[in-house]
């Protein structure tokens, strides 16, 4: 009976620790999120990485260090197929990112 109470116990502090954990990562990509795009002084040219996805321009280069499925990026390029595997047709999620205006081929 000793050991099933640690183990529970120890397995209560693993979620609760992971739990925060997860909390802070997801204020940290929120933050870093947050106006970073379309806002020149922040964003050096070498960080630019701008995609087509459905037709449109998107410039996701603040994005590429943060995004959960890893830099997947292919910068230049249409990533609509890519784009559409993971997340269908709701490019709601990367609208801060679109320019303005833009429409590709």
Request: net charge positive; glycine share 10%; with cysteine.
């Amino acid at each position: 009976m000793k050991i099933a109470g640690i183990i529970t116990a120890t397995l209560l502090l693993t979620i609760a620790v992971l739990s925060v954990f997860s909390r802070i990562r997801n204020r940290e990509i929120n933050s870093q999120m947050s106006g970073e795009t379309k806002t020149s002084p922040l964003i050096k040219p070498k960080d630019k990485c701008i995609i087509s996805v459905f037709g449109k321009e998107y410039d996701i280069g603040p994005f590429r260090k943060i995004h959960p499925g890893g830099d997947i990026f292919k910068c230049g390029e249409d990533m609509t197929e890519t784009f559409m595997n993971q997340h269908g047709k709701d490019v709601e999620r990367i609208q801060k990112f679109l320019i303005r205006g833009s429409t590709s081929g």
